[in-house]
């Protein structure tokens, strides 16, 4: 999430109440997670384990728990005890909750030739293009971007809360849900079936891109980034910070786990289970998912085997 106008590090320090190592004028843009952070950012870590990662990382400013740590030249520390909630404090600071009590938001704005059908939910500062059609019962929530030529089926949800915690089982309350200030983009041409969920970035963006078209009941997690072209069937789940390159098909019930790449032009047949990144250009099946080919021949070989137990024991 950019911030509307750059601030100080002092400024951000005397917000979360944390003791400032370095310039305290630095100008501060933003604030990312490690994996989306871009120069000028700042992002917090509260584990030794990923201390090096963040330190190395692209943040110009890292809210951490830990003084005993070497400071690479040109950052800025912010030394606080609980550096989830700080991050908290800025995200709420900057993207603070906001209930609304209108259908539409006085603040969104929607493109010429754009329907818009009754019940419709759209929240503040959503942005729609031109010529759209939004469905009955459809949520936008704040801050989404619709581009042109979308069309948005009935009952689903664009935007909502990435399901993603802070987990700390030392505390009364085990998971404790980080604040999504990022958001979601869909780009033109895109097609969405009913009752299908997008969530929002945490704090970058989650992207379905040009010409995707999706079928009904399929949930896309946070920060997933979706190529031009794809095809998704129904009942599809796809976890947080996905990357799915152009021109790939998910066929029904095809389970995707967080943070890995699909890549472009593959095929992933019905009710297969993705637990590690595939290559692209070819086709997959099962759980876990194997090159369709090599995996019939092993469906073969599993059917012969009370023929080939039966030869043994005789």
């Known amino acids: ?55 190395n990382s692209a943040a110009g400013f890292i809210i951490i728990n830990s003084k005993e740590v070497s400071v690479p030249e040109g950052k800025t520390l912010f030394i606080v005890t609980d550096p989830f909630e700080a991050y908290l404090t800025i995200a709420n600071y900057f993207r603070p909750f906001k209930p609304s009590a209108d259908s539409i938001s006085k603040t969104a704005s929607i493109g010429e030739g754009s329907i818009i059908m009754p019940n419709v939910f759209i929240g503040c500062d959503v942005k729609i293009g031109a ?51 990022g958001n979601t983009v869909i780009e033109d041409d895109v097609e ?47 976890g947080g910070a996905v990357v799915i390159e152009d021109g790939v098909s998910l066929w029904g019930q095809v389970g995707v786990s967080k943070t890995l790449t699909i890549g472009a032009n593959a095929v992933v047949y019905a009710q297969s289970g993705v637990p590690y990144s595939l290559e692209g250009n070819k086709i997959y099946f099962g759980s876990p998912a194997e090159e369709a080919q090599v995996k019939k021949k092993e469906l073969v070989w599993i059917k012969r085997i009370p023929e080939l137990w039966k030869k043994v024991m005789e």
């Not at 601030?7 to 630095?26: C, P, R, Y």
């Not at 939004?134 to 909502?160: H, K, R």
């Not at 993603?164 to 998971?175: A, C, E, F, L, P």
């Open 192 to 238: 969405i079936g009913s009752g299908c969920t997008i969530d929002r970035g945490v704090t970058a963006s989650t992207r379905i891109g040009r010409g995707t078209k999706i079928d009904n009941m399929v949930h896309i997690g946070h920060d997933t980034q979706v190529g031009k072209n794809c095809l998704f069937a129904g009942q599809v789940g796809i």
């Open 131 to 181: 010529n759209c059609i939004i469905y009955p019962n459809v949520c936008i929530l704040d801050f989404t971007e619709i581009g042109n030529n979308v069309v948005i089926q009935a009952g689903t949800v664009i935007g909502g809360d990435a399901f993603y915690y802070n987990v700390k089982k030392n505390r009364d309350v085990w998971y404790k849900r980080m604040q999504s200030c």
């Open 1 to 55: 999430m950019k911030f509307p106008v750059p601030v100080t590090s002092k400024w951000i320090a005397e917000l979360i109440g944390a003791e400032l190592i370095g310039d305290e004028e630095a100008k501060v843009n933003g604030i990312n997670e490690i994996h989306t952070v871009e120069e000028g950012d700042v992002c917090f870590v509260d584990h030794p384990k990923y201390y090096d990662k963040c330190l």
